[in-house]
């Protein structure tokens, strides 16, 4: 095979390997799965060997048998991450469960001692990262006003109620049981303090990552204590990917207004940290002209800035995101150092790659393909547009008109960026987040030149100056910058209809969704295989969504929406837990929506779609002029005896667990233990489901599974 297609084949067999794996509906076999995969194994190499000794007019078989090595490959880290990750799960979870309670008042409390692997600037006070069992650790969120970085690597014991990763607030959508698993952070919890017990001698390993966390934790308190709320919270976020001390309405601002890719480290913060620090070094290098004359100075440039996209690494927490912008701009800087030309598509390919080698389970996380389909539609868009000459210079002895033609090029491109990188993004956010920013290309124009000529220079060099006199100086520039990048954010986002929401999307969509890009990446939509890419359309909108409930119910009651007569999601009170109700209505694709119900203390009417009336009783006089009255009636009260309406009964149900009713039978996981409530021979049957039974993977049930074996 030739050698420019190994990697992106090499990428593409990985990627549908591991998207096979982890969107299988259930669990492999643990024991026949990897007999399947070694069987499979042996038969490719055995076609491997065969092909070398014959004479093929075409390379489209070695081509299929490479890629079907590497989709083997993607199903063996797939599998293998898990199980490693469960296991390592599992013992957090055992130990948690066994420990012993704070006090018999106190019994949901538990008393455990781990080990503090790491320390995060937060809006209350701090997170820490605690190692329990294995590799799998607990977030705290400690209300303590000092980062206190000296616990780093001591064993600490601190008194904790654990709060398990949720279920998802609606079936099909995201779910915190899958982030959670495979990040090993089995619970969270809020705690006052923690009591040390033990510092043992470190291994180089863990001096090499305290050090490395101090110093981030004491520049991050420099910004921290020197700039403003909320713009020392963006300042911190942009430079270490501290993101917990961002006021919850500056984070939503960023959303709406399409520019919350700055808050992720991406391929621009780091193009433009690396790439200035590269500028600046070749015009003082060429400043010298016993330096410019004797020998390349592209590569000492090209080395210090390697240096500086590796301290920028490290400096930002090393996100998905971030491994891929190093990895690309490493092999760019390197190529320079040996003077070879730097194949960009082939350099995106290798990092993700090394990613999916490292991370399998980042195929599914929204930040990593958010990242890659960006960059893989700008370079194939901007390839075009070269090809096409769009961007060639046009002579003229004009100075003034050499000064008009390269703002129009730069304003042009700032403005093609952002549409292309939005439409890319757009793609994947709409799986994974239902949304969209309707004003994005305002806001990118509006603050990206402040981003880029202001702020990550700002940043880039008041990291350099921070311990010298004129450090003031840097910061008062640097948060007019963020202020100003910030006020546009809150400008953009308030406008009429900032925000537009879809329904939720299938995982066909997904699927279809990469393929597309790996496609582009790899320009195989030429031709007529163009027409490949509107099967992959009709494909992604029209494969199976799930369906939306006639009723939301959280808990026993204490937040009801329903489908009005209009056919829209409706809230029948003001929303008390906003963040799950939020959800429902993003899920369905609709601004929230509080309906005006006749509502007193003990009873609710309203009347759903399809002219059925319900009542929402909080008394037992209620429940019995409800079932007088209405079609279907929801109480936490028992059904009263020769009730006429239909009657849900939410006294077993469980508090802050998410029941969606469906209006006849639905194909689906569903809580049958309480569908029917007794009542088979009444019509209509509604049907009662459950997200906390949603999916059959082990990163679905893997806390319930585990619990089984106490």
């Known amino acids: 095979m030739p050698h420019h297609l190994m990697i992106p084949f090499s990428t593409l067999g990985m990627s549908l390997g591991l998207l096979i794996f982890y969107l299988m509906p259930s669990d492999p076999l643990p024991d026949l799965f990897p007999i399947l995969l070694g069987a499979a194994s ?48 599992q013992d957090a979870v055992l130990y948690i469960e066994n420990a012993p309670p704070q006090s018999k008042d106190q019994a949901f409390e538990k008393q455990l001692v781990g080990q503090v692997i790491n320390i995060e600037p937060h809006r209350i006070g701090r997170l820490l990262h605690v190692r329990l069992k294995s590799d799998a650790t607990i977030q705290l969120y400690d209300r303590s006003k000092g980062l206190l970085s000296d616990q780093l690597f001591c064993k600490v014991t601190f008194s904790v109620s654990p709060k398990w990763p949720s279920a998802p607030a609606y079936i099909g959508g995201f779910d915190q049981r899958r982030l959670a698993f495979f990040s090993k952070t089995v619970a969270r919890g809020f705690i006052d303090k ?15 990552s305290a050090a490395l966390i101090k110093f981030r934790l004491s520049l991050a308190s420099k910004y921290l204590n020197r700039l403003e709320v909320p713009e020392n919270a963006l300042a911190i976020a942009l430079l270490f990917g501290y993101r917990g001390t961002m006021p919850p309405a500056i984070k939503e601002s960023f959303r709406a207004s399409g520019l919350a890719h700055l808050l992720a480290i991406s391929g621009l ?39 500086g996209a590796t301290f920028y690494l490290l400096m930002s927490g090393a996100g998905f995101a971030t491994q891929r912008a190093y990895i690309m701009i490493s092999l760019f800087l390197i190529a320079i150092v040996f003077r070879r030309p730097a194949l960009t598509m082939h350099n995106v390919m290798t990092a993700a790659l090394i990613i999916l ?3 399998p389970s980042a195929i599914v996380a929204p930040g990593l393909l958010m990242s890659f389909s960006a960059v893989i539609t700008l370079i194939r868009f901007y390839n075009w547009q070269f090809n096409r000459g769009s961007f060639e210079p046009h002579l003229s002895n004009s100075y003034f008109e050499k000064t008009l033609r390269k703002i129009y090029h730069y304003g042009l491109a700032l403005i093609l960026t952002s549409l292309v990188a939005g439409f890319a993004t757009g793609i994947i956010a709409l799986y994974f987040f239902g949304r969209g920013a309707t004003y994005g290309i305002v806001a990118n124009a509006l603050a990206m030149p402040v981003f880029s000529f202001l702020t990550m220079p700002l940043l880039m060099l008041s990291t350099l100056v921070i311990h010298l006199p004129g450090f003031s100086v840097f910061m008062t520039m640097l948060a007019g910058s963020l202020r100003l990048i910030i006020q546009i954010a809150d400008w953009v986002s308030g406008f009429s209809g900032a925000v537009w929401r879809v329904p939720q999307l299938s995982d066909a969509y997904l699927l279809c969704a990469i393929v597309f890009f790996m496609g582009l990446a790899g320009q195989w939509w030429v031709g007529k295989r163009r027409l490949f890419v509107l099967v992959l359309i009709i494909i992604a909108f029209t494969g199976a969504r799930t369906s939306q409930p006639d009723l939301y119910i959280l808990g026993r009651g204490s937040d009801v929406a329903f489908v009005d007569t209009s056919g829209e999601l409706s809230m029948v009170q003001a929303p008390r837990n906003k963040f799950i109700t939020q959800q429902w209505f993003d899920g369905a694709g609709r601004k929230l929506k509080v309906l005006d119900a006749v509502c007193t203390e003990k009873l609710c009417q309203f009347v759903m779609q399809g002219s059925v009336k319900v009542g929402i ?40 667990r998410v029941y969606m009713i469906y209006k006849g039978a639905r194909k689906g996981v569903c809580d049958k233990s309480r569908s029917n409530q007794g009542q088979d021979d009444q ?23 585990i619990l089984a074996q106490l």
């Not at 989709?71 to 599998?79: A, D, K, N, S, V």
């Not at 790439?275 to 003082?284: Q, T, V």
């Open 42 to 89: 042996l038969f490719l190499l055995c076609l491997m060997v065969i092909f070398q000794f014959l004479t093929l007019k075409s390379t489209r078989p070695i081509i299929c048998v490479f890629i079907s090595v590497f989709l083997i490959l993607g199903l063996w880290r797939g599998w293998d991450d898990t199980k490693t990750t469960y296991a390592a799960v």
């Open 617 to 656: 009783a909080y008394s037992n006089e209620a429940a019995l002029q409800g079932c007088e009255q209405f079609d279907l009636v929801i109480s936490p009260r028992r059904r009263p005896s020769g009730c006429k309406a239909y009657f849900i009964s939410t006294s077993k149900f469980t508090p802050h």
């Open 269 to 307: 913060h780091m193009a433009l940290f690396a790439g200035g620090l590269y500028a600046l070094i070749r015009f003082i290098l060429a400043c010298i002209p016993a330096l410019a004359l004797r020998g390349d100075i592209r590569v000492p440039s090209a080395l210090i800035a390697l240096l």
């Open 683 to 705: 019509t209509p049957k509604w049907e009662i489901c459950s997200t906390h039974v949603q999916g059959w993977r082990i990163w679905h049930k893997w806390r319930n599974e």
């Open 357 to 359: 080698m490292l991370e």
């Open 194 to 208: 923690v009591e040390l017990i033990d510092c043992p001698p470190l291994s180089l390993g863990q001096r090499a």
